[in-house]
């Protein structure tokens, strides 16, 4: 459509500024939500006292464990999963971060 003055393709770039624009607004609100959240989230209580744990990750073939072939090594296992206690020599249960239970195989 073309109108006296070269006015024809104004109103196409006129929509395209307002989208532009509408785009910024919408990136800056969700950055800066994300921003809080993830400042919140940083704020959360994860339930324990974090500052004195040592966290680590083991891989062994199933089939050391099976054997008992350790090599005279200790392997301590920290998991919630209660089928891998069958494998062990000893086991403790901790509630709330205190001992509530011991027990030991007999060899």
């Known amino acids: 459509m073309r109108l006296p003055n070269g006015q024809g393709r104004h109103w ?3 929509g395209l500024v ?16 994300m ?11 994860v339930g324990f006292d974090s500052r004195q744990i040592l966290t680590l990750h083991l891989s ?3 089939a050391s ?3 008992g072939d350790s090599n005279g090594a200790t392997i301590c296992i920290v998991t919630h ?3 891998y206690v069958s494998y062990a020599d000893r086991s403790i249960h901790l509630f709330d971060g205190r001992v509530v239970d011991e027990s030991a195989k007999q060899r």
């Open 12 to 14: 196409l770039r006129d």
């Open 18 to 33: 307002v989208a532009e624009i509408a785009l910024a607004l919408v990136l800056v609100t969700g950055g800066s939500l």
């Open 35 to 45: 921003i809080r959240t993830i400042r919140n989230l940083s704020r959360v209580s």
């Open 60 to 62: 062994m073939p199933p």
């Open 65 to 67: 464990l099976l054997t």
């Open 81 to 83: 999963d209660p089928r």
